[in-house]
């Protein structure tokens, strides 16, 4: 590769860095790959890079030479500090209109201080999500860039190309909005994730311990549902872990530990979900229930002081699996109508322009939510581009309501039996609370007002009017303002 002819440099060859660039170079694209151990990139160039369109540099000032203008250079490091560590050392080798993108797991705001910081020294800033995982990196994720759009022109060809497509031919990569859009995206991609997870292991747990199904009846039922409403990768890949065996015949899903690790995205989307005020119950619920696992000794030791209903196992196991079915079902839907709403939100506070069928569209192949129905959200959005929750389109309302009964009869069936239910029990409870009209929190604030006087709102006088009552008889007049936290 001759200097300054190469297309992009990629600094990071742990394995999604090597994966993505073999992607890159097998669609054409000539690649710097550089890492600060450098022994690495002497074992990747000599080893999967061999024979392609791929040059090892040694030094950041040899990867500036290797590129053209305006330089791209993307970075496959773990977020955080790690990510300004990066930037500090590529930085005084750059120049305007040179363009820098973030591949991680980074936290929005923090791509958004990057870019303003940047753009003082006219460097255009990317905060790229990626999902997939090294089989998506390598054949194609689902990318999700956003932030300075003057880059979008000099990277779109890149990503575009080495990005997964549906089977139709669309290509699960677009721009998505400025600022920390694109991280942001991904971020509600990963809390979504970790709701689809838990309501999987739930559904399992529900068969195997009050279904009693055998281990090939589970199998065979995850592989049945791939084949539906609820085909999706993670449901593909649960049935093939339900019949991985180890040599003593056992599963081995039996044999790993039940105390679930996490990264921090969805945490992190559980805490903005606060901050914005978004009912983002399943997907928290999903993240507690990890920080539950991890409690396993405790857990060990509330065994055996606190002893479980005995098992009341269903007279139509048939039947059981159907609901269960439905019960993953609605949950699923609630969970992707819950994200929907958090990007929702998130725009209307930062004056973000999203796409909301675009990103379902992103998100349909390549990536580690890809589900059958991401289609039906994209023709939710078109049919109302200000739907407010996805629960009220025609097809998630009928789809809802067609799912009901089997979705109250399986969290019943937990709750009867002792087993934990958290993310389909909060699915259940978020979809009642956003059907009823009316809601006890008339009570709430009259507790409020009761010992804060912090006021409240009339049914009987206009929106925007707020009243207090004295209801100690202290002959105060004094009241708390009335805000939202």
Same mark, same amino acid.
């Given at each position: ?46 080893? /999967? ?38 930037? *500090?050392?590529?930085? /005084? ?69 080495? !990005?997964? %497509? ?22 509600? +991609? ?16 529900? @068969? %195997? ?6 281990? #090939? ?13 609820? #085909? ?56 507690? &229930? %990890?920080?539950?696992? *991890?409690?396993? &000794?405790?857990?060990?030791?509330? !065994?055996?002081?606190?002893?479980? /209903? ?63 129905? @991401? ?7 078109? %049919? ?35 087993? /934990? ?32 006087? +912090? ?22 007049? *004094? ?7």
């Amino acid at each position: 590769m001759t200097e300054k002819s190469a297309d992009i440099a990629v600094i990071g060859l742990a394995v999604m860095g090597q994966n993505l660039i073999l992607n890159m170079a097998d669609k054409g694209h000539k690649v710097v790959a550089y890492n600060r151990t450098t022994t690495k990139v002497d074992e990747f160039v000599a080893g /999967p890079a061999q024979g392609k369109s791929i040059v090892g540099a040694y030094s950041i000032k040899e990867m500036k030479s290797l590129l053209k203008r305006p330089r791209k250079i993307m970075f496959m490091v773990k977020a955080g500090s790690v990510v300004d560590a990066v930037i *500090a050392e590529v930085l /005084p080798f750059l120049e305007a209109g040179d363009i820098l993108i973030d591949g991680g797991n980074s936290h929005h705001p923090d791509t958004e201080r990057r870019i303003e910081e940047l753009a003082k020294h006219g460097i255009l800033y990317v905060g790229t999500g990626i999902s997939g995982g090294e089989e998506g990196a390598r054949h194609g994720p689902s990318i999700m860039p956003g932030g300075d759009e003057q880059a979008w022109p000099h990277i779109k060809d890149i990503f575009q190309s080495v !990005a997964a %497509r549906t089977p139709q031919g669309d290509i699960c990569c677009d721009w998505v909005g400025e600022g920390g859009a694109g991280h942001f995206v991904k971020m509600v +991609h990963n809390g979504i994730e970790y709701g689809d997870m838990q309501l999987i292991a739930e559904a399992w747990d529900l @068969l %195997r311990r009050v279904g009693a199904l055998s281990d #090939e009846e589970i199998a065979a039922t995850f592989a049945e549902w791939n084949s539906g409403d609820l #085909e999706s990768y993670l449901i593909e890949i649960t049935a093939e872990i339900l019949q991985r065996r180890e040599a003593d015949g056992k599963l081995l899903v039996d044999n790993i530990l039940d105390a679930a690790g996490q990264k921090g995205t969805g945490k992190w989307t559980g805490i903005e979900a606060l901050d914005f005020g978004v009912p983002l119950t399943l997907i928290t619920e999903a993240v507690f &229930a %990890r920080a539950l696992s *991890a409690l396993k &000794a405790e857990r060990v030791q509330a !065994a055996q002081i606190l002893p479980a /209903p005995a098992i009341v196992s269903p007279a139509d196991k048939k039947l059981f699996v159907e609901q269960v079915r439905q019960a993953l079902f609605a949950s699923k839907l609630i969970s992707y109508a819950q994200g929907f709403m958090m990007m929702r939100a998130a725009a209307a506070e930062k004056d973000w322009d999203l796409n909301y069928g675009s990103i379902a569209m992103l998100w349909r192949s390549g990536c580690i939510i890809r589900s059958a129905f @991401l289609d039906k959200i994209r023709d939710a959005y078109e %049919r109302r581009t200000d739907l407010p929750s996805l629960v009220i389109d025609p097809w998630f309302a009928e789809q809802l309501l067609q799912s009901q009964s089997g979705w109250r009869a399986a969290v019943a069936s937990a709750v009867q039996n002792g087993i /934990p239910l958290p993310a389909m029990t909060s699915a259940l409870s978020f979809y009642d609370g956003y059907r009823s009209e009316v809601l006890p929190a008339n009570l709430l604030q009259a507790q409020r007002d009761y010992f804060g006087a +912090h006021t409240y709102e009339r049914i009987d006088k206009p929106r925007g009017e707020f009243y207090h009552t004295d209801w100690i008889n202290s002959g105060a007049f *004094a009241q708390s303002g009335s805000y939202s936290a």
